[in-house]
């Protein structure tokens, strides 16, 4: 991110058949977002065509579809971000780990 960075807080999210993300910007103890994919049921070939949806800062729409390994790294209070509904018969889980630049002086919560 071309400065220094520490580690604020992390977590791990299983979504079940019928889930999305409300499009929303993170919290201030998330400036710095990755999110990585650690399955998908069913498996998929490659990308697991459920992509994290991003609303860039001139209102163009880009999305990252990951496959299982594959990981973003993108500004979680900067960009709005959301996902689709998942289908019924799916299921997607992923680590989320968060940042904040090395002089931040907010809660690490």
Not at 87 to 104: A, M
Request: glycine share 8%; charged share 20%; hydrophobic share 40%.
């Amino acid at each position: 991110v071309g400065r220094p960075v520490v580690p604020s807080f992390s977590f791990f999210f299983s979504y079940v058949g019928g889930a999305e993300l409300a499009p929303h910007r993170d919290r201030p103890q998330a400036e710095f977002s990755i999110s990585l994919q650690i399955d998908y049921a069913p498996e998929p070939a490659a990308q697991t065509g459920w992509p994290l949806c991003f609303t860039l800062e001139d209102d163009r729409p880009a999305a990252a579809d990951l496959a299982i390994g594959d990981a973003v790294l993108y500004h979680g209070r900067e960009l709005l971000h959301h996902r689709t509904r998942l289908p019924d018969t799916h299921q997607s889980s992923h680590l989320i780990l968060e940042y904040v630049p090395g002089d931040f002086a907010g809660l690490l919560i």
